[in-house]
């Protein structure tokens, strides 16, 4: 779905995990998505950049950065404060304390490979308060904003570009499912669902939401790593 990844003014263009150890990380990642860790803290695939790493042993923790494209990060950290939202030490973060990043062409490394198994496919902004949510990311990014209802009859926000219309989505907003946590949480393509929650698995990982399907999109799954960060895998519907 992630076509379009870092091309538009906000879109993701760069996905970052921090970890106490990135090592043990890369193990988990490799296993469950063939990735591998450089000595520089990039995740690569098939030689090609998927994800970056970062170590952090502040709070034992890992968590997943989703950051998004634009074309002034300072006149984006402002709109944030506009908006209501946090924008100092630390990064940026809305007003329901979602944390997410802004970054400029250019910065540093690019997401070489998107919407293709072992590569992030969509990302997701699980918050109490939807509404509220579409008008903050609406002053800040400028996204338009679709509303639909899923199959079991929750609403769900569908993301894009001004303009971009449905084909150029690139994630979605909706209310968080049980334990689910307020925050963005990064999708990952896989080729198979029930083999990657195994491989999640037996490779110390935890399984928050087992797999579902869903008509027209595929199989999907959340997980947490062995440090407790969230991500999400999808297998395409119909691969």
Same mark, same amino acid.
């Given at each position: 779905?992630?076509?379009?990844?870092?091309s #538009?003014l %906000?879109?993701?263009? *760069?996905?970052? $995990?921090? =970890? &106490? +150890?990135?090592?043990?990380s890369?193990g @988990? /990642?490799? !296993?469950?998505?063939?990735?591998?860790?450089?000595?520089?803290?990039?995740?690569?695939?098939?030689?090609?950049?998927?994800?970056?790493?970062?170590?952090?042993?502040?709070?034992g923790?890992g968590?997943?950065?989703?950051?998004?494209?634009?074309?002034?990060?300072?006149?984006?950290?402002?709109?944030?404060?506009?908006?209501?939202?946090?924008?100092?030490p630390?990064?940026?973060?809305?007003p329901?304390g979602?944390?997410f990043?802004?970054?400029e062409?250019?910065e540093?490394?690019?997401?070489?490979?998107?919407? #293709?198994? %072992?590569?992030?496919? *969509?990302?997701? $902004?699980? =918050? &109490? +308060?939807?509404?509220?949510a579409?008008? @903050? /990311?609406? !002053?800040?990014?400028?996204?338009?904003?679709?509303?639909?209802v899923?199959e079991?009859?929750?609403?769900?926000?569908?993301?894009?570009?001004?303009?971009?219309g449905?084909?150029?989505?690139?994630?979605?907003?909706?209310?968080?499912l049980?334990?689910?946590?307020?925050g963005?949480?990064?999708?990952?393509?896989?080729?198979?669902?029930?083999?990657?929650?195994?491989?999640?698995?037996?490779?110390?990982g935890?399984?928050v939401?087992p797999p579902?399907?869903?008509?027209?999109?595929?199989?999907?799954?959340?997980?947490?790593?062995p440090?407790?960060a *969230?991500?999400?895998?999808?297998?395409?519907?119909?691969a």
């Amino acid at each position: 779905m992630l076509t379009s990844a870092g091309s #538009a003014l %906000g879109t993701p263009n *760069w996905i970052t $995990l921090s =970890t &106490p +150890d990135p090592a043990a990380s890369a193990g @988990f /990642y490799g !296993a469950l998505l063939g990735w591998e860790l450089t000595a520089g803290g990039l995740f690569r695939l098939a030689g090609r950049t998927v994800a970056g790493a970062v170590a952090d042993s502040r709070t034992g923790r890992g968590a997943w950065t989703v950051s998004f494209r634009t074309a002034d990060a300072a006149a984006t950290a402002a709109a944030v404060e506009r908006a209501g939202g946090y924008a100092g030490p630390g990064g940026l973060a809305d007003p329901a304390g979602a944390r997410f990043a802004a970054r400029e062409p250019g910065e540093g490394p690019v997401l070489e490979t998107v919407d #293709a198994p %072992g590569s992030l496919w *969509w990302t997701q $902004l699980y =918050t &109490p +308060d939807v509404e509220p949510a579409k008008d @903050f /990311y609406r !002053a800040v990014f400028a996204w338009d904003t679709h509303d639909l209802v899923l199959e079991r009859g929750a609403t769900y926000t569908v993301l894009a570009p001004r303009g971009a219309g449905m084909e150029g989505a690139h994630g979605g907003i909706m209310q968080p499912l049980d334990a689910t946590p307020v925050g963005w949480l990064p999708y990952f393509a896989v080729g198979n669902c029930d083999a990657a929650v195994t491989a999640a698995i037996e490779n110390g990982g935890q399984v928050v939401h087992p797999p579902e399907s869903q008509r027209g999109i595929g199989r999907q799954a959340t997980l947490r790593d062995p440090f407790g960060a *969230w991500f999400a895998v999808n297998a395409k519907a119909g691969a």
